[in-house]
């Protein structure tokens, strides 16, 4: 496993994992990024509360993901199944 050493949040964060760092650099431009058009529009709210909607918005970000996946997921099926009704 790789060890890596992050500041997010002005927070220094040191981790194994075995993934890639540019991808980790990239999900630290994304946090930094949300988390300013988050204070710039509920600036009068505590860094906490930011943080908790930060993670909100994510969440709900990935569950529209894997709902989109798992539809695209289900009509790959039904096509693959009418093709190989057509090659019978």
């Not at 997010?8 to 964060?13: A, H, M, R």
């Amino acid at each position: 496993m790789q060890s890596h050493n992050l500041t997010v949040f002005g927070l220094e964060l040191s981790f194994k994992a075995q993934t890639d760092p540019d991808h980790l650099k990239r999900a630290c431009l994304l946090l930094e990024e949300r988390f300013s058009r988050l204070s710039q529009a509920g600036g009068h709210l505590s860094k906490e509360k930011l943080l908790a909607y930060l993670a909100l918005a994510l969440a709900a970000d990935l569950l529209h993901l894997q709902d989109e996946k798992q539809e695209a997921s289900r009509r790959i099926e039904e096509l693959l199944v009418k093709i190989e009704g057509n090659t019978e």
